[in-house]
C-alpha cells in the first residue's frame, strides 16, 4: 500500500484507526495476550508491515495517532484490555470520520461499564484511558471534567460536570 495515496488528515486518521484495530485483532488471533508486562510487549510491540514499513501497536497509538492532536481516538482504538472501548462493527472511513469519533466518544464515556457519575457523591469514577493519557484531556481535573460532560447523555450531569462539582 502506498501511504502517499491517502489524501487529507480525515483519510490518514481513519486509516490508521483500521489499522491499529486491524493489528489487535491479528495479535488475538495469533495467541497474543496483553495481559502480564511480558505478554504486553509481545502484544503492543508485534511488528507488521505497512506501505513497505514495520509498525506496531505502540508506535502507531504514540508516532501516528497522537499527532493528530484529538483525544476521541483513545474511544475508538481498542487495544484489547479491561478499560478498552467496544470495537465497533463498521471500520473507520475518510468522509465520516468525524461523526464516528464523535459517536465513538459518546458510547465510551456513557459506557457504564467503564465510566460511573454518582449524582448522590458527586463523583465521577472513569476510566483508566483517562489517567493513562491525561494531557490529551486537559491540563486540571475541571478541564477533564468540562470534555467528559460533552459527551454524558444526562444533562443534569453535563450540566454539574461542567460546573466543576464532581470530584
Known sequence: ???????????????????????????????????????????????????????????????????????????????????????HSQAFNGEEVEQQLEAAARDFINDKRRNRFSGALQ?????????EHREQFGKSDKELLAYVAGYVNDEEVAKLLKRGTYE
Open 1 to 87: 500500500f502506498n501511504l502517499d495515496s491517502l489524501s487529507d488528515d480525515k483519510e490518514k486518521l481513519a486509516f490508521w484507526l483500521n489499522v491499529y484495530n486491524a493489528l489487535v485483532i491479528k495479535n488475538v488471533i495469533d495467541g497474543k495476550s496483553p495481559n502480564g508486562v511480558m505478554d504486553r510487549m509481545g502484544f503492543f510491540g508485534a511488528n507488521t508491515r505497512v506501505g513497505g514499513r514495520n509498525f506496531d501497536l505502540k508506535s502507531i497509538e504514540s508516532d501516528i495517532l497522537r499527532k493528530f492532536k484529538d483525544p476521541r481516538v483513545y474511544f475508538a482504538i481498542v487495544p484489547a484490555t479491561a478499560s478498552a472501548p467496544k470495537l
Open 123 to 131: 463523583a465521577a469514577k472513569l476510566s483508566k484511558i483517562f489517567e
